[in-house]
T-cell receptor, first 118, second 117 residues
Framework: DTEVTQTPKHLVMGMTNKKSLKCEQHMGHRAMYWYKQKAKKPPELMFVYSYEKLSINESVPSRFSPECPNSSLLNLHLHALQPEDSALYLC?????????????????FGQGTRLTVV | AQTVTQSQPEMSVQEAETVTLSCTYDTSESDYYLFWYKQPPSRQMILVIRQEAYKQQNATENRFSVNFQKAAKSFSLKISDSQLGDAAMYFCAYRSGGLFGNEKLTFGTGTRLTIIP
C-alpha cells in the first residue's frame, strides 16, 4: 500500500467555521507533511511532523493548527480562515526519520483537499 | 537556503517525440536528493524519478531519464516517446541529505507540458 489518503476532497467553509482536514498513511512512514498549493504555483511547505513531533513550522498563522495523533494520522484544524486561504492542501509522507538518519525517501502525496473559504 | 529554478513555464511536444525539461538549483551542500514530480489535472503529485547527489550515474525509469550535472547544478528530465498521459505540470524538487531539521522539500515553479496528438 503506497497510498496517502486525504479527506475530504472538497471543502467549503465560512470564515467563522471550524473544520479539519485529515490525512492517513499505512506505509510506516515517520515523517508527515502539510503543503499549501495555490493555482499554478508550486506547493509551499506548512508543517513537518517527525516521529509524531512537530519539527518544522514555516511561520504558518495560528488559524492553522496541525495535529499528529499517531504515526499514521495527520490532521489540520482550521479556524477563522480568510478567503486568501483558499487553496489545495496536500498531505505527504516519507521515510525520512529526522533522528540522525540520512534522508532516504521521496515524499508520497495524497490527492489533496480543495478548500474554499467564503 | 536552497533554490530550485525551472526556466520553462510551458513546453509542448508531439506525441511519440522526445522532450527535455530543464531544472537548475543552488546549494552549498554536497549531500542531497533531487526529484521530478508530475502533477496531472487530477492534482495528485506523482514521483517520476529521483537522483541521489552522491551517485554519478544518471537515473532512469522506463521512458524517463535525467541528465544530472552536479558541478553545473543542473538536473534536466528527458521524456522519450511522449504519450498523451504525460501531459501535466512537472516540478523539480530538492531535498537536503543532512541530519534532523532538513526534511524540507523545495520545489521549482513548474513546467506545464502539453502533448500534441
Amino acid at each position: 500500500d503506497t497510498e496517502v489518503t486525504q479527506t475530504p476532497k472538497h471543502l467549503v467553509m465560512g470564515m467563522t467555521n471550524k473544520k479539519s482536514l485529515k490525512c492517513e498513511q499505512h506505509m510506516g512512514h515517520r515523517a508527515m507533511y502539510w503543503y499549501k498549493q495555490k493555482a499554478k504555483k508550486p506547493p509551499e511547505l506548512m508543517f513537518v511532523y517527525s516521529y509524531e513531533k512537530l519539527s518544522i513550522n514555516e511561520s504558518v498563522p495560528s488559524r492553522f493548527s496541525p495535529e499528529c495523533p499517531n504515526s499514521s494520522l495527520l490532521n489540520l484544524h482550521l479556524h477563522a480562515l480568510q478567503p486568501e486561504d483558499s487553496a489545495l492542501y496536500l498531505c505527504a509522507s516519507s521515510t525520512w526519520t529526522g533522528r540522525g538518519y540520512r534522508a532516504v525517501g521521496e515524499a508520497f502525496f495524497g490527492q489533496g483537499t480543495r478548500l474554499t473559504v467564503v | 537556503a536552497q533554490t530550485v529554478t525551472q526556466s520553462q513555464p510551458e513546453m509542448s511536444v508531439q506525441e511519440a517525440e522526445t522532450v527535455t525539461l530543464s531544472c537548475t538549483y543552488d546549494t552549498s551542500e554536497s549531500d542531497y536528493y533531487l526529484f521530478w514530480y508530475k502533477q496531472p489535472p487530477s492534482r495528485q503529485m506523482i514521483l517520476v524519478i529521483r537522483q541521489e547527489a552522491y551517485k554519478q550515474q544518471n537515473a532512469t525509469e522506463n521512458r524517463f531519464s535525467v541528465n544530472f550535472q552536479k558541478a553545473a547544478k543542473s538536473f534536466s528530465l528527458k521524456i522519450s516517446d511522449s504519450q498523451l498521459g504525460d501531459a501535466a505540470m512537472y516540478f523539480c524538487a530538492y531535498r537536503s541529505g543532512g541530519l534532523f531539521g532538513n526534511e524540507k522539500l523545495t520545489f521549482g515553479t513548474g513546467t506545464r507540458l502539453t502533448i500534441i496528438p
